[in-house]
């Protein structure tokens, strides 16, 4: 069996209300306060993001979970067979992140994942502060995760073969122009049991936040839109001005978050039928646009 969808993701912070006011004002998400900094929202789930407060910057782990309790524990069960070292959650931590249970483990290249089950509602609507129409998650997650992984092939493995991930594209960026001297940054772009053209991607170099980027999917241009000139009116850095790429077809841009790392604001990504589709080998980033400005 394989993981549903990405749940939440859990970031460490050393500012909490810059955080805050990123979340609310830039992302359109509603926070809450946490008894260790702050919870946004973004749907049916009182939250997506848990915002620490800490002394570092970091983004902390992704929360994955399985469809029931049934294949959670088959999935354990693979884990432990293959010498994946887990540590169990308390009920008091399974509550806080509002699934039945989890464990905490690490990938082939050292990403923390919080592999769980169960899915706690509690009936209040989102309402974004900010007039985003919504997010386009539901099933499909709160949107994709892109890890460093310098150890690419034996990380790539692991989504695969024991969290029931499947390829979805292979891509190798070419930033140094591609000559001899440019080897090349190999991307593998992952899905789980659920129609998002990846849940997880995999990127080989390595970022200090811990991320490379993390998407969010609204469903029109006018909320892209409308999001990027909020991030231009808070001073936000735009890492990639807007673009198309060509794997999943998502419009969108890139912006600096508080903690360091990108995420991108997108719509339009294609949802392919899993039992009918051939992964792909992409040559090409873009269809247009995504200009990068590292700065
Ligand atoms: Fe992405």
């Known amino acids: ?59 902390h ?18 884990l ?11 009920a008091e931590e399974a509550k806080d992140r509002l699934v039945v249970e989890f464990v905490r483990c690490v990938d082939p ?3 923390r994942l919080e592999i769980g089950w169960g899915r706690v509602i509690d009936g209040n609507p989102f309402v974004s502060p900010a007039g985003v129409s919504g997010f386009v998650t539901g099933e499909m997650g709160l949107g994709h995760v892109v890890f460093p992984a310098l150890k ?8 695969i073969d024991q969290l029931g991930f499947g390829d979805t594209d292979f891509m190798r ?11 090349g940054i190999g991307m593998y772009f992952l899905h789980c049991d659920n129609p998002r053209h990846h849940t997880v ?10 991320l490379i980027h993390m998407m969010l999917e609204v469903p029109t241009l006018d909320d892209v839109g409308q999001a990027l000139d909020r991030a231009i009116a808070a001073g936000v850095h735009i890492s990639s001005s807007l673009g198309k790429h060509m794997n999943d077809k998502m419009v969108s841009f890139y912006m600096r978050t508080p903690s360091g790392f990108d995420i991108e604001y997108g719509f339009g990504g294609i949802q392919p039928d899993w039992k009918t589709f051939t992964p792909t080998i992409s040559v090409k980033e873009d269809e247009w646009g995504h200009r990068w400005d590292f700065g």
């Open 1 to 59: 069996m394989a993981i549903r969808s990405l749940a939440y993701v859990v970031l460490d912070t050393a500012d909490v209300e810059a955080w805050r006011s990123y979340g609310e004002n830039v992302l359109g998400l509603q926070a809450s306060d946490h008894p260790e900094g702050i919870r946004l929202r973004m749907d049916e789930r009182p939250f997506r993001f848990l915002v620490r407060k800490s002394d570092k910057e970091q983004f």
């Open 61 to 78: 782990a992704a929360g994955l979970v399985y469809p029931d309790k049934a294949a959670y524990e088959r999935g354990l069960e693979g």
């Open 80 to 90: 432990r067979k293959a010498g994946v070292a887990l540590e169990p959650a308390s």
């Open 109 to 111: 290249s050292g990403n």
């Open 152 to 159: 690419l092939e034996e990380t790539r493995a692991f989504y």
């Open 173 to 183: 960026a070419y930033l140094q122009g591609g000559g001899p001297e440019d080897p």
């Open 201 to 210: 991607a995999l990127g080989e170099f390595p970022v200090p936040s811990g």
